[in-house]
C-alpha cells in the first residue's frame, strides 16, 4: 500500500494493482479451482494415518436388512406432525446392533422447538426383516438438550459453549448418536472432529461430548446458558468407557478423508492428472441416498491381524476415472475412532473384482420386469462369508421405492434383496425373510459355475434316509383286521335261537 502511494506515474500504478490482482487470482486458481487445498489436506491426513495392510477379508456378521433411508421413511411415518426424526445411526445397544433416532420437535414448530424437549427415542433391530416402531422400541426419555431444539437447548449450541478457550479453536461438533452407558441409561453423544496443522489443516477424531438424559432445572439451565453442557471424553480416555468401544461413534467426515487419502499410496505426485497409476476415489451413487461409508459389523478372527470384531466404516475404493468401476481397496475404519485404518488390496492381488458403481446396472439388468423408474438399487454393503470351500465377497443390495414427487424413499417391511457375486458378477435374488438360507441360496445358483472354474467339491448336502417299501407293505398287510370265517354259520344259529324263544 506505501508502494503504490508513493508511486507517481498513473501506469505504474495500474500495473501494480495488476500484479495484486494476478497473485490473488492465481492462489485463487490454485487453492480453490484445482484444489490443491483439498490435495495438501488430504496428503497430510494420509502421513498421519495408522494404515494396516491386511492379507484377508474379514467375514460379516449381523448383516442389517434394511437401508439407512428405509428405516428413515419408516420412523417418520411412525410419528405425529409435530414430530420430527432424527437420522438414524446404527450403535450397539445391549449387545445387539440397533438403529437409533430422536423423536424430536418438528422444526416446522418454532413454539415447540423452544418450550419442548426430546421425549422418546427409536431403538429398532437392524437385523430384522420387519422393524417395528411400536412402544417396545419406542423408549420413553427426556433430553432437555437436542438437535432441532432452539437457542441454549440445541445440541450444537450447548456442545460449543462447553469447550475450554483452546478446544474453541480446534474441536467442532458433528454427528448426534444415541446409545446406552454402562449404567444402562439413555445418553447423547456427539462425536467431535480435531483440527490439525497450522498450513493446511486437516480434520482427525476429537472423542465425544455426553449429554445425559432429564429435564432441567433453574440450576441446569444457568449452566447450559453460561457454559454449556456435557462430559467431554477425549479419544486417549474413551477406553475406559466400555459402551464407547467397538462402538459407533466417529463422524463420517473424517472417516471419508481418511479413506480417500490411500489415493497417496503410490506417491504425492500419483493423483496428479498426468500419473494416476493408483489414484482411487470412494464412488458415490447418484440415485443413493446414502453414499459410503457403510457401518457393518466385521469378524477378523481369521485376519492376522490386531483389529477387534465389530462396527467399521466400510469403503470400497475404485480407479478415479468414471469409466473404471473395479474395487481396488477394501477400507475397515474403526468405528470407536480407534487411531487405525485397515485395507485389503484387491488390485495387487489382480482379483478383477467389481465395485460398488457397476452394481445397480447388475441388478437392473437381472430383474427388466421392474419399474426401474420408481424403484432404484441402493446401498450395496459388503456381504463377505466362507461358501464352498472359499471366502467370497459379495454386495447386498437393497431395491427402494421413491415418488417422482418425493425425495425421500419409501421404505418396505418386505424388502426385495439381491446378492452380487462381485468376482463372477452374477445376481442372486435372496429371501429376506430367511437370512440363514442365504449362503445355501447363493450357493444352489453357482455352484455348478464354482465347480467347473475352480473344481470344488459338493457342499450343503442334505442326508437321505432310504424307505424299505418291502418292508412297509408287509408291515401294512399285518396291521389289517382279520376276519371270521365261520361268521355266516353262527348268524344262522342265532336266528334259529331267537325263533324257538318267540314260539315259547
Do not use: C
Not at 198 to 210: A, D, Q, S
Not at 394 to 415: E, H, M, Q, R, Y
Not at 452 to 460: C, D, L, P, Q
Amino acid at each position: 500500500m506505501r508502494k503504490f502511494r508513493s508511486t507517481p506515474s498513473t501506469g505504474k500504478r495500474i500495473a501494480l494493482l495488476g500484479t495484486v490482482a494476478a497473485y490473488f487470482g492465481l492462489l485463487y486458481l490454485v487453492g480453490w479451482h484445482y484444489k490443491m487445498y483439498d490435495y495438501m489436506k488430504t496428503y497430510n491426513v494420509f502421513n498421519n494415518l495408522n494404515r494396516v495392510e491386511i492379507n484377508e477379508l474379514p467375514l460379516t456378521q449381523n448383516e442389517r436388512i434394511q437401508p439407512l433411508r428405509n428405516i428413515f421413511s419408516m420412523a417418520n411415518e411412525s410419528v405425529g406432525e409435530t414430530k420430527d426424526v432424527s437420522l438414524p445411526h446404527l450403535v450397539r445397544v445391549d449387545g445387539e446392533n440397533k438403529w437409533t433416532m430422536a423423536i424430536q420437535p418438528s422444526e416446522k414448530y418454532t413454539l415447540q422447538q423452544i418450550s419442548e424437549n426430546t421425549e422418546e427415542v427409536f431403538a429398532v433391530s437392524s437385523t430384522s426383516p420387519f422393524p417395528r416402531f411400536s412402544s417396545e422400541n419406542r423408549i420413553a426419555v427426556t433430553f432437555s438438550i437436542g438437535e432441532s431444539l432452539k437457542f441454549s437447548r440445541n445440541t450444537y449450541n450447548a456442545v460449543v459453549q462447553r469447550f475450554n478457550f483452546f478446544q474453541l479453536f480446534s474441536l467442532e461438533p458433528s454427528d448426534t448418536f444415541y446409545m446406552k452407558n454402562d449404567s444402562g441409561s439413555w445418553v447423547e453423544v456427539v462425536s467431535l472432529i480435531k483440527w490439525k496443522g497450522i498450513l493446511f489443516p486437516y480434520p482427525t477424531f476429537g472423542g465425544v461430548m455426553v449429554i445425559d438424559n432429564g429435564e432441567h432445572d433453574f440450576n441446569d439451565y444457568m449452566e447450559r446458558v453460561l457454559i454449556g453442557k456435557g462430559t467431554y471424553i477425549s479419544p486417549e480416555e474413551m477406553h475406559k468407557y466400555p459402551y464407547l468401544t467397538k462402538q459407533n461413534t466417529l463422524s463420517e467426515k473424517v472417516s471419508r478423508l481418511q479413506a480417500e487419502s490411500l489415493k497417496f499410496l503410490g506417491g504425492f505426485t500419483d493423483p496428479l492428472p498426468w500419473k494416476m497409476q493408483t489414484a482411487v476415489k470412494i464412488p458415490d451413487l447418484p440415485d443413493d441416498q446414502n453414499q459410503q461409508p457403510f457401518v457393518t459389523d466385521f469378524d477378523f478372527k481369521d485376519t492376522d491381524s490386531d483389529a477387534f470384531n465389530g462396527l467399521y466404516h466400510w469403503f470400497g475404493l475404485e480407479p478415479v476415472g468414471d469409466e473404471r468401476t473395479s474395487l481396488t481397496y477394501s477400507v475397515f475404519i474403526p468405528a470407536d475412532g480407534t487411531d487405525k485404518l485397515y485395507y485389503y488390496d484387491h488390485a495387487a492381488k489382480k482379483q478383477g473384482y467389481a465395485g460398488v458403481s457397476a452394481m445397480p446396472l447388475k441388478m437392473i439388468e437381472s430383474r427388466k420386469e421392474f419399474d426401474w423408474s420408481v424403484n432404484k438399487p441402493v446401498e450395496f454393503r459388503p456381504y463377505i462369508k466362507d461358501i464352498a470351500g472359499r471366502r467370497r465377497m459379495f454386495f447386498l443390495g437393497t431395491v427402494s421405492a421413491i415418488k417422482d414427487d418425493s425425495k425421500k424413499f419409501d421404505g418396505s417391511a418386505t424388502p426385495d434383496l439381491a446378492l452380487i457375486d462381485s468376482e463372477y458378477r452374477d445376481v442372486i435374488w435372496i429371501d429376506v425373510k430367511h437370512p440363514s438360507q442365504w449362503d445355501k441360496t447363493v450357493y444352489d445358483q453357482l455352484n455348478e459355475a464354482w465347480r467347473a472354474s475352480e473344481g470344488i467339491g459338493y457342499y450343503f448336502v442334505e442326508e437321505t434316509k432310504d424307505i424299505d417299501v418291502v418292508q412297509q407293505a408287509i408291515d401294512s398287510i399285518l396291521t389289517m383286521p382279520r376276519v371270521n370265517e365261520n361268521a355266516d354259520e353262527i348268524e344262522q344259529l342265532q336266528r334259529k335261537i331267537d325263533s324257538l324263544k318267540s314260539q315259547n
